[in-house]
């Protein structure tokens, strides 16, 4: 399949490509297209990074008591808000009441997630959540991230106890491998739900673009009228499937926000 590669992965391959393909080499890895050692994905989140870090300091250096600027207050919906969709109103309702320790590495993934999803809206950007082993990687961050609070709370063995369910000993051996196989499969889901929303945004928007734009061209080649008339629609669909990425890239966002909550709150719970 061919790979897509943006101005961006060219130029960042251009500077980059010689060190990435000594590092590989290193490593024993042939890369798939040695030519463009650093893939598209990867040179896309190396941006949400750099991006968000921007984001980060810009907002730092205008913080005001008095006078919040918009940047701030963008930044404080994020973490509260009225609605209750705020990171840290997500942490608060389901972490339990340490919540506010999880808020710098919950909230990190959330915001590289959200911007990553964003950044398919901008000509000349994809997003790197749409191709798989960027969302593997953020749920295996996650997965590795509420399980170590599990052990941190409970110690090794009290957390191992955590997966029998408080029943008794003859029923251990029924519920404990159930439990285990139901806290692996989180990884999955985490994955699979992030990944396949974004990527069908994008292959939707390209299917109903071409679909649309054919008749467009079509009618150009009969009359330019025709083919004015029947370019209304490609003419609309970006609008219409930006305003839908924008959406999808919010709600994906916020499912892997409150669902890791969850999995802290269920990792660091008394009782089970």
């Not at 051996?173 to 806290?183: A, D, G, K, N, Q």
């Not at 219409?240 to 709150?265: D, E, K, R």
């Amino acid at each position: 399949m061919e790979q897509h590669v943006s101005w961006i992965t060219q130029v960042v391959n251009h500077y980059l490509g010689g060190v990435a393909l000594a590092l590989l080499a290193a490593l024993h890895i042939q890369p798939e297209h040695p030519d463009m050692p650093i893939p598209e994905h990867v040179s896309m989140a190396f941006f949400v990074v750099v991006a968000g870090t921007l984001l980060a300091l810009l907002v730092k250096s205008r913080l005001s008591v008095e006078r919040p600027g918009a940047t701030q207050q963008i930044a404080e919906l994020l973490l509260t808000n009225k609605e209750g969709f705020g990171i840290s109103d997500i942490l608060s309702e389901n972490a339990g009441h340490r919540w506010k320790q999880y808020v710098p590495m919950v909230g990190t993934i959330s915001i590289f997630i959200l911007l990553a999803n964003l950044f398919g809206v901008f000509p000349g950007f994809s997003s790197p959540t749409a191709t798989v082993s960027v969302p593997l990687a953020c749920a295996i961050i996650t997965f590795l991230y509420f399980n170590w609070q599990g052990i941190r709370h409970h110690g090794p063995l009290g957390y191992i106890k955590t997966f029998t369910g408080g029943l008794s000993a003859p029923l251990i051996p029924l519920i404990f491998p159930v439990e285990i196989i139901s806290t692996c499969a989180r990884l999955l889901s985490l994955t699979v739900r992030l990944w396949a929303n974004i990527f069908a945004s994008d292959l939707i928007y390209g299917l109903f673009l071409g679909l649309f734009a054919a008749p467009a061209l079509w009618g150009w080649t009969k009359h330019p009228a025709i083919g004015l008339a029947l370019g209304i629609l490609p003419a609309l669909i970006p609008i219409l499937f930006i305003l839908l990425h924008v959406f999808v890239s919010v709600v994906q966002a916020y499912v892997f926000t409150i669902l890791p909550a969850v999995y802290i709150g269920l990792a660091t719970a008394e009782e089970h």
